[in-house]
């Protein structure tokens, strides 16, 4: 079975896609201090490009890869609002032309993708497991549920238990799961740019020198996930995959820190912690138009890890503080 290759260590040669980006940069370094892994490749633009129907299959023809972390994607769910047919391309087609040139390679694939391709309407307060079905309501969802449905089809030829693999323990998981894993996730946090953090203390510094009050959305729910635990979550995996193959790791997998949060809580945390106080207000999703329409409950269920469950968001932003979230002036 093509999954079964990445045994051993010579084909634990690991390409991540995206690899300036949140997750592929905290990927590259989860995957380079691991013992396991021989070597990294990091790729992102120009070398790998999404709008290139070409560079995929030069990419890993060339480079011969054991398993490719695709994180590379549009992720400016607004703009993929404004041009979906460029959001179905790099979100989708692009994923799926990765997963071909995979298969033609005999690489396996971990395709990152997101809680958006669920509606987000459940009212019953469960969160969205690994079985419930996908119905996304955006264009960024919908690319990447593309996205994930061509990767899939692509890897169809190599085993086809892939969805009855979704939440089954390692020792009844069915043998002819395709070396593919798709990780969903949710709500990221961490280095570079200016992630949900770094966004909120700057309005929140704003709105103290214009002496306005903050408005924060209380109604839209998510898992708040740091990028490095996500990282290392995924490394755990390539390493499960190179000991005991990819039926013990092929499959859906949801993958956030614990507990969830609303985007209010989630700012009034990351202000508790930088120690900024400013005065806010609970306000509703739809007061705050935007082109893309996010999921309401965009909650995800995790699937059982490996190491065990990711520690809480909070325990993570906690740490994040420590490195990055910086009171920006004094608290008065
Ligand atoms: N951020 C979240 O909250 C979140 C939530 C759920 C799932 N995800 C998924 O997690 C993965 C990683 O997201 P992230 O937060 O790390 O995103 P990110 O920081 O925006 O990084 C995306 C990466 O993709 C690259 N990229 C963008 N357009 C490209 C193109 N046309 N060709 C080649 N590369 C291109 C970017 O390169 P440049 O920097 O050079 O543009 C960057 O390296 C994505 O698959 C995303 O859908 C993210």
Redesign the pocket.
């Known amino acids: 079975m093509p999954g079964d290759r990445v045994e051993g260590t010579a084909l634990m040669r690991v390409a991540v896609?995206?690899?300036?980006?949140?997750?592929?940069?905290a990927l590259v370094a989860a995957l380079a201090s691991s013992g396991s892994i021989d070597e990294v490749l990091a790729w992102?633009?120009p070398e790998?490009?999404?709008?290139d129907p070409g560079s995929a299959m030069r990419l890993v023809s060339r480079k011969r890869p054991g398993i490719v972390i695709?994180?590379?994607?549009?992720?400016?769910v607004d703009g993929c609002a404004r041009d979906p047919q460029l959001a179905m391309r790099?979100?989708g087609t692009?994923a799926g032309e990765m997963a071909q040139a995979c298969v033609t390679n005999g690489a396996a694939m971990i395709a990152?993708?997101?809680?958006?391709v669920f509606d987000g309407l459940r009212t019953d307060g469960r969160p969205y497991g690994a079985t419930d079905l996908p119905n996304p309501a955006n264009a960024?969802g919908a690319a990447?549920l593309a996205g994930e449905r061509l990767a899939r089809e692509a890897f169809r030829a190599t085993g086809d238990d892939f969805a009855a693999a979704a939440l089954m323990p390692p020792g009844g998981r069915p043998t002819t799961v395709p070396p593919l894993a798709i990780v969903?996730?949710?709500?990221?946090f961490g280095p570079?740019?200016a992630d949900f953090p770094q966004r909120i203390l700057a309005a929140a510094v704003r709105a103290r020198a214009e002496d306005k009050t903050l408005d924060l959305v209380s109604d839209e729910f998510g898992c708040p996930?740091y990028?490095a635990d996500l990282a290392a979550a995924i490394a755990s995996l390539v390493e499960l995959a190179g000991k005991k193959g990819w039926s013990a790791v092929g499959g859906i997998h949801h993958v956030v820190n614990g507990g969830y949060a609303s985007r209010a809580e989630w700012a009034r945390e990351v202000l508790r912690l930088a120690g900024v106080t400013v005065p806010t207000r609970d306000v509703a999703m739809r007061t705050w138009p935007r082109p893309s329409t996010p999921p309401l409950w965009g909650v995800l269920e995790p699937t059982p890890l490996s190491g065990g469950p990711l520690r809480d968001w909070q325990a993570a932003l906690a740490e994040y503080a420590t490195i990055r979230i910086r009171t920006q002036e004094p608290s008065r």
């Open positions: 896609t995206g690899a300036g980006g949140r997750l592929g940069t992102d633009l790998h490009d999404l709008d695709h994180a590379a994607a549009w992720t400016d790099r979100n692009a990152i993708s997101t809680n958006e960024y990447k969903r996730t949710a709500w990221l570079p740019g996930t990028a």
